[in-house]
């Protein structure tokens, strides 16, 4: 009941349509009990007299009738269909809006075909069975009390005899529903596995066939394939394990119907029998005892499957955010840039990831990063992005707490490029005009050029308007980097961070966009996260991580002096042994690369 | 190239495609037998279910008359009655329990149809659309259609076969009275063309919406990070708001004609039953008055049996929409499985066998699009054994040099050949089971590491997978995990670092044991010392096997036996390191002006 009202909210201002929708189809069970009444008259008042002048004005009145009833019933599905597709939208919307806030750790835990499963599949059977459920309900509610009404009327022993099947139907129905529930959950779970194994498939394309692996595919994808169709059938069968029985007491009642009230016919009205046309009337009213309880298996089955989309549907929409918005916005009205990090110690579960890391870098100034594969140089930038927490110590913007900032504001002062390149499957317009959606095209054509994507991006037959694949599928790896530094740069953000933008560049293109960065006119905050000396030489500050601590810092200079893991990573970078790094450095240092 | 993006309907005009429609039969003539008990059953159930109104009508119309006498009889016809009803049920449950298994073994086998095509669709199918909406077909559309096929086509040849069925009693009871139940269904049938048309507009519109709706939220979520790091959460819910209007709108009035369909044939059914009266009363009162006694046993039969005859037509009105759903699905459904495969085993192609490692370029022009090459004439000539280093500015056409070598792409001219063999000539299994390719983008399976880096031998043991990733020094990180080689891995390696994915991947790359070795980027995000280890580390693995290595850092270029400087399209320069430093060409320039840059501010 709960899970209904739930539900029920999601209609908004359309929950009158529901009502609306239940009001046509009450007027509609009503048109339909009143027609067998007018047949039964036309029996008894005009058939058995034969006094046929009388036909035509009641069947008349049973054609208004109808289209009355035929009528509401349209509209009853209209307005049901308004209800279930206002709350489809707005439901699905809400989700949205969800999926928007929820962390990274949501959706490392989640795979993407079960988000999209709750979002969509789930989404339209909480609204369907809700708006075609409800008045159904209603609906057989009503026909009972009606058919209770004229049985009762016309003889009470009679019905009472009726009657006697229904326990029995309540408690298959009952029976039934406990055993479908866990069934459909079976079933869309093993859905959602079956989805996870396709999407895996299609997006990890380029490395099953560099594999040959597609019988190993194939075969990981029959087992789920198969397991879906077992799960279905499974379901299917219990459905038509209790259905029959169910169907078949509903028959119990047609029979009695027919073969007690052929009897009362017999011993004939004024021994406390029925006419004729009563016997009609029972006999056309014989469904509206038997459907309700026909259809009473399938809306068991119905009411099991919101059941067990709205469980599913709720878990997303409740799920706890990790980051939120602070009650009060404390951020300063206008962004300088300053970034300290004070001492901060990150912990995932037991592993500490940063630990005891400070950082003061002045607005304008450039940091490099460098650091060993898995030393915390990317939980950096999700601490200062705010996109996890830090278990100790603080990290400031302008010297207030990111924490007090609110998310938009925060997020909407850093430019941030990622490791993993996503791009969306659209415009390389849209693409850069991502994080300033109405921007000026000037705007977009200078970062591009800054980023230097703006020559590759010109020899593309459709130059801007090119769309690119879902996460840039179609440009290579530099390529797709470089369009994601120009949807950096295009927010002209106070703070710029660029987590290994250029790996995959070559290095004449990287000293190119390191010139470009430098000369732009709004000066930013810079965080160059990277593994090539080349691209954080320029810095004005460089920090080696190690294990989440600072392991080194100073300038290009000093590091090269200290001799450490930054002098010898340049000295590996450069193919130098040992003994030709000396004779390198040594030469250089009298401003000559003699050494080749 | 044809690209989608998720605001784009894919068009498609097929009305109603009696070709393709005859082309889905394929998947059902699989199970001709079960479908012929189903039939079987269904006539039977259909046959008796008509008895019943006979029993009924024989009880009104001679048994009550009789009296007392006759209650016995009505008693036994009663049970008769419930018998047969009974009967009626189970035999549709047992019909049920037939189509239950047959629609869904029809499912599996066209979703194993469209997944097995997809395997073999290369690289610019899926580049060139939403991920989303592959998926999309592949389930969701397969759902449906086979949903159609069972339960839509079987169950409306068993409604004709019970019109039919019915149509036999009615005329056994009434011929005439049939006509008078068959004059209500020109009218139905104007209704349908009418809106027909329609209604496959507004449908078709309706899935095309939807299948937007569904690329955009799977676009999102996977790129919910950047939309978080953006700030365009509020934008971006606005759009899918948006898309979901449009959605609705279609959807709306789509259900707005097709939910006329019942109570118009509703309004027509009670109309025949009013003529029925009439009928009996005025027109055929020879037939329905007899000794002066109105039959209306006769008569609430044939109403009875009108009701029986409209059932199936609107039955099959309703499966009329779904028809027209799964016309659209199947259009695209078999569009897939019609996407020409543009690299396969060409006729005749032979295994290659044990290769040695010699790979040549004939004379090689590449071109994605035509008209725009991107390879432009190449040739070279590696001996077995060879490492070579691809370098030059992105987008040269470093990375689809070494496509080629796997043969992803087909050349557009000339041949690529490896021990003489002209890759065209060869099957691709056997061509890519023996090279080792590692791609700029890293893919990480959900399972464990262990299975990650087993994808690259499915039979190989623990102890050799953990020999690669020693090798790749992914041991050191991978030991340091809770878990393990047994931890697990997520979609698409969430929680791994970049660099960690590679070496992965480069483990799972080596444990393939390729006689050609490709590196396109392999350790761009690893950082310099481990670097080193894994170089030092795979420099016993790489004695004897051809290596095409793409990279940018000096470091790795340095060691390779000879180097290549692409530009353009074409290899601008190639030799050694010394030679070409001594050439003081474009390599030169590269390698000096990095060297120097870091040397002058250090000098500084």
């Known amino acids: ?596 | 190239m044809a690209r989608n993006k998720y605001n784009i309907d894919e068009e498609l005009d097929a009305p109603f495609n009696w070709p393709q429609f005859k082309r889905s039969l394929v998947y059902v003539k699989k199970y001709k037998k079960p479908i012929a008990i189903m039939f079987i059953l269904a006539v039977i159930a259909s046959i008796l279910g008509l008895v019943i109104p006979r029993i009924q009508a024989y009880i009104i119309d001679s048994l009550i008359p009789q009296g007392h006498k006759a209650i016995g009889t009505i008693v036994v016809l009663g049970v008769g009655y419930f018998i047969i009803n009974v009967g009626v049920i189970f035999i549709n449950k047992k019909k049920g329990l037939i189509g239950a298994d047959t629609s869904q073994s029809m499912t599996t086998d066209m979703r194993t149809d469209v997944y097995a095509h997809l395997q073999k669709l290369g690289f610019d199918y899926y580049d060139s659309r939403p991920h989303g909406k592959i998926l999309t077909r592949v389930i969701n559309y397969v759902n449906n259609v086979s949903d159609f096929l069972t339960n839509g086509l079987i169950n409306s040849i068993l409604a004709l076969i019970n019109l039919f069925i019915t149509l036999g009693f009615m005329l056994s009871l009434s011929p005439k009275m049939t006509l008078v139940v068959l004059a209500g269904l020109p009218v139905f049938v104007i209704y349908v063309a009418v809106t027909k048309p329609m209604q496959r507009r507004y449908r078709q519109k309706a899935a095309n919406k939807q299948s937007n709706v569904t690329a955009y939220l799977s676009e999102n979520i996977n790129g919910a990070k950047v939309t978080q790091a953006f700030a365009r959460e509020e934008m971006n819910s606005g759009i899918f708001d948006g898309l979901l209007n449009e959605n609705r709108h279609y959807k709306l009035r789509a259900a707005y004609v097709a939910h006329g369909m019942y109570p118009i044939a509703a309004m027509i059914m009670r109309i025949v039953k009013c003529a029925i009266y009439i009928a009996a009363v005025y027109w055929f009162r020879e037939d329905f008055i007899v000794g002066g006694m109105v039959q209306i046993g006769a008569i609430s039969a044939m109403v009875m049996y009108s009701n029986r005859f409209w059932a199936p037509i609107m039955q099959i009105g309703n499966i009329y929409n779904q028809l027209m759903d799964a016309m659209s699905y199947l259009e695209r459904i078999f569009q897939v499985l019609d996407e020409p495969v543009s690299v396969e085993d060409n006729e005749g192609a032979t295994e290659l066998p044990q290769i040695e490692g010699h790979v040549e370029f004939r004379n090689v022009l590449f071109e994605y699009e035509k008209g725009i090459p991107v390879i432009k004439h190449v040739s070279f000539d590696v001996k077995a054994g060879e490492s070579i280093a691809l370098v030059g500015p992105t987008g040269a056409g470093k990375s689809t040099i070494v496509n080629l070598l796997s043969r992803f792409y087909n050349v557009t001219e000339g041949a690529v050949c490896i021990d003489g063999h002209d890759l065209q000539s060869v099957t691709l299994r056997s061509l890519r089971r023996q090279m080792g390719v590692m791609q700029q983008d890293t893919f990480i399976f959900s399972g464990t590491i262990m299975d990650n880096i087993r994808y690259g031998r499915l039979n190989a043991t623990d102890e050799e997978c953990i020999a690669a990733a020693k090798a790749v020094h992914a041991d050191d990180f991978i030991k340091d995990m809770e878990d393990g080689y047994d931890t697990e891995t997520k979609e698409r390696g969430e929680g791994l670092s970049a660099g960690q994915k590679q070496l992965i991947s480069f483990a799972r790359t080596l444990l393939s044991d390729p006689r050609i070795l490709i590196l396109d980027e392999a350790t761009s995000c690893v950082d310099t010392n481990t670097e080193r280890l894994v170089q030092d580390g795979i420099a016993a693995l790489l004695k004897g096997r051809t290596s095409f290595i793409v990279a940018h850092r000096l470091s790795t270029i340095r060691n390779c036996d000879r180097i290549f400087y692409i530009q353009d399209g074409v290899i601008a320069e190639e030799g050694n390191h010394d030679a070409l430093m001594a050439k003081k060409g474009l390599y030169y320039e590269l390698y000096t002006s990095q060297l120097q840059e870091l040397l002058g501010t250090d000098g500084e």
């Not at chain 1, 079956?194 to 692996?213: C, P, Q």
Request: contains cysteine; hydrophobic residues 45%; negative net charge.
């Open chain 1, 1 to 596: 009941m709960k899970q209904y009202k739930w539900a029920f909210e999601w209609m908004g201002k359309y929950k009158f349509r529901l009502i609306l929708a239940i009001f046509f189809d009450i007027a509609g069970v009503g048109l339909m009990t009143w027609e067998p009444y007018i047949f039964k008259d036309i029996v008894d008042d005009v058939l058995m007299p034969q006094q046929f002048e009388r036909l035509f004005p009641m069947l008349g009145l049973s054609v208004a009738v109808g289209l009355a009833f035929s009528a509401c019933r349209y509209f009853t599905s209209i307005c049901a269909e308004q209800a279930a597709e206002a709350a489809v939208v707005r439901l699905k919307g809400a989700l949205f809006r969800k999926l928007m806030v929820l962390g990274p750790d949501y959706y490392r835990e989640n795979k993407a075909g079960d988000i999209i499963n709750k979002c969509s599949g789930d989404v339209e059977v909480i609204s369907r069975s809700l708006s075609f459920v409800i008045p159904r309900v209603v609906e057989f509610i009503l026909m009972l009390a009606v058919a209770l009404f004229v049985f009762l009327r016309i003889n009470w022993k009679y019905t009472l005899i009726l009657l006697l099947v229904s326990p029995f139907t309540a408690v298959m129905a009952n029976k039934m529903g406990k055993r479908l529930h866990p069934a459909f959950k079976k079933a869309r779970k093993q859905l959602s596995n079956l989805n996870a194994v396709v999407a895996e498939n299609i997006a990890g394309n380029r490395v099953v066939k560099a594999f040959v692996r597609e019988d190993f595919e194939m075969e990981k994808f029959q087992t789920e394939n198969q397991g879906y169709k077992a799960r279905n059938i499974e379901a299917v069968s219990i459905w038509l394990k209790y259905g029959p029985i169910i169907d078949s007491l509903a028959s119990v009642i047609t029979v009695i119907n027919l073969v007690v009230g052929s009897i009362l016919v017999i011993i004939g009205k004024e021994n406390g029998g029925i006419t004729y046309g009563e016997l009609t009337l029972f006999l056309s009213f014989a469904w509206t005892l038997n459907e309700p309880l026909m259809m009473l298996g399938m809306l068991v089955n119905d009411i099991q499957r919101f059941r067990a989309s709205t469980e599913k549907v709720q878990e997303l929409y409740y799920m706890d955010v990790a980051i939120q918005d602070p009650e009060k916005d404390e951020s300063p009205e206008t962004v300088e840039g300053r970034l300290d990090l004070n001492h901060v110690t990150l912990d995932y579960g037991s592993t500490r990831v940063l630990d005891d890391v400070s950082m003061h870098i002045a607005p304008g100034q450039v940091i490099g990063v460098m650091g060993s594969t898995g030393s915390g140089k990317t939980t950096l930038v999700n601490v200062i992005d705010r996109y996890v927490d830090v278990t100790g110590g603080s990290v400031e913007i302008d010297g207030v707490d990111v924490r007090k900032w609110s998310l938009k504001k925060l997020r909407s002062s850093i430019g941030l490029t990622m490791q993993d390149v996503f791009l969306f499957s659209d415009t390389v317009e849209s693409n850069i005009a991502y994080g300033v959606p109405d921007t000026e095209m000037e705007n977009i054509l200078s970062s591009a050029v800054i980023a230097d994507a703006d020559e590759f991006v010109s020899q593309m037959p459709d130059k801007y308007d090119t769309i690119v694949g879902e996460r840039g599928t179609g440009l290579s790896g530099g390529q797709k980097q470089r369009v994601s530094l120009a949807r950096a740069i295009a927010k002209h953000a106070p703070i710029l961070i660029l987590d290994d933008t250029t790996s995959a560049v070559d290095m004449e293109t990287e000293e190119y966009i390191q010139k470009h960065l430098a000369a732009m006119p709004d000066k930013c905050t810079t965080i160059i996260i990277a593994q090539r000396i080349s691209s954080v030489k320029q810095a004005d500050y460089i920090y080696i991580l190690d294990k989440g601590r600072i392991l080194e810092e100073g300038t290009h200079k000093q590091l090269m002096q200290q001799k450490g893991y930054y002098y010898k990573t340049c000295v590996m970078q450069h193919g130098l042994e040992d003994a030709e790094a000396d004779a390198a450095f040594g030469t250089a240092l009298q401003g000559e690369g003699g050494a080749f």
